[in-house]
């Protein structure tokens, strides 16, 4: 095996840039790329949705036509192929009517069809893809609940073809919480044999009612399961982020581990960057970030004075901690001298609170309601600590890349975050999610800001952290060698 080059078929959901919605979508855009360089041979597969930009992104018809049974029919589908973008890796496209529009088109309301019946679909296509091209899979990589369902169609296949009892299989969970909640009809829908699955029968439980979830399925049959960081890997083992999962997953506790997600270090270079007013690196971090805060300040309508401006650039939902974040805010903003720019959208309460503060202190806050990647970029560049105080964080890239920047992250010790911070080392971190604990943290960066000596070290400190995905990758591998 040491001398036979890995092959690994990649299946997910999203893949920037051609359909991204979240950070599932980034991981699987830029991992493979990183394995690759450590000679792995890697094909990716998603669904062909309308969505994706076909004059963008060149594709090909690879073949017309290939039969699957769901829905206790004989479906087809017909599979494509592209490239990865700046890469020589494979993409395949099974192209199908239920496909077409969006990413995600939720539950079935008036209709028949809705996100899971549609990535059953996909999890038996690809499976039916291996199948007709003849391709010889070491590995499948499968990607949160979308494909949770993979390994369980790989054990049906392997009765009939014995070469798919060759192929392993990785389910990484990138968060919990989303699950893939089905009827018991999912079982016929995807031609499923109830006496061969017994983890898929396991399945059932009563006190929901008829349920079944796939990502449990996939919990209970693959042959390893991972987290993007190894603190979530421990916390989902308990019944506070466990999300009815924790029992399930503690009897595959020998075969669950973490791996930090990586980010993406050409993207986001401060020497590099062209959004940002002064590009900066280690050498020139202090003469050149000063100008690019002085710029935030400025199109931020805020004072360019002399004070800490704290950056928050997040999904505005309570899941980040806004509803420890934002009271904090209100005393911490009445009694001390700091600004905060902020960006993001979500919930209309957040969206709301965020505008009332701007309202309450114009010369303090300013809130941006949007999206955009050229002012987020600029927040990372302009901002001196970053707020990331999530209530549950799988991984986090938000820190990753303010610590690029010589931003230093104000977080909460849960998750990801845990990894990756490190109190007074490259960050101020906190541990018990409450507002006095958010108010102590705010307080600490205040007082850091002002001890100049310790400040430029941490700064410092966290531009050399290696956040690569060529870390992340080399741990991946290692991961695949072992179910070998």
Known sequence: MANKKLSVLMATAELAPLAKVGGLGDVAGSLPKALQKLNTSIKMIMPFYGAIDKKKFKTTLVKRNISVEVDLNKGKFDLYKTKLPGSSIDI???????????????????????????????????????????????????????????????????????????????????????????GLDIVDYGGLHHDLTPALMEDYYDKDGDLITLVRIGILSADYVNTVSPNYAKEILTKEYGDGMEDFLARRKKHLTGIVNGIDTDLFNPKKDKFIKKKYDLKTVLK?????????????????????????????????????????????????????????????????????????????????????????????????????????????????????????????????????????????????????????????????????????????????????????????????????
């Open 92 to 182: 395949f496209l099974v192209k199908h009517k239920i496909f077409d529009g969006k990413v995600y088109i939720g539950k079935p309301k008036n209709r028949k069809i809705g996100d899971v019946e549609r990535f059953v679909f996909f999890s038996k296509a690809l499976v039916e893809a291996i199948k007709v091209m003849k391709w010889n899979i070491d590995l499948i990589h499968c990607h949160d609940w979308h494909t949770a369902i993979v390994p369980t169609f790989i054990d049906e296949y392997s009765i009939e073809d014995r070469k798919f009892s060759n192929i392993k299989t990785l389910l990484t969970i990138h968060n919990l919480s989303v699950q893939g909640r089905s």
């Open 288 to 484: 050149n970030k000063p100008v690019n805060k002085k710029y935030l300040q400025t199109m931020s309508g805020l004072p360019t004075e002399d004070v800490p401006v704290l950056g928050l650039v997040s999904r505005l939902f309570d899941q980040k901690g806004l509803d420890i974040l934002l009271p904090a805010l209100k005393k911490t903003l009445k009694k001390y001298d700091f600004q905060l720019v902020v960006l993001g959208t979500g919930a209309p309460e957040h969206e709301k609170a965020f505008e009332d503060l701007a309202k309450i202190y114009p010369d303090k806050v300013k809130a941006n309601i949007t999206f955009n990647v050229g002012l987020a970029q600029e927040i990372y560049g302009g901002s001196d600590f970053f707020l990331i105080p999530s209530r549950f964080e799988p991984c986090g890239l938000g820190q990753m890349i303010a610590m690029r920047y010589g931003t230093i992250p104000i977080a909460r010790q849960t998750g990801g975050l845990k990894d990756t911070v490190t109190h007074n080392k490259t960050g101020i971190v906190f541990k018990k999610y409450t507002q006095k604990e958010m108010i102590k943290a705010i307080e600490q960066s205040l007082k850091l800001y002002k001890n100049k000596g310790k400040f430029v070290k941490m700064i410092k400190t966290d531009m050399k952290e290696d956040f690569s995905w060529d870390r992340s990758a080399k741990e991946y591998l290692k991961l695949y060698n072992k179910l070998k």
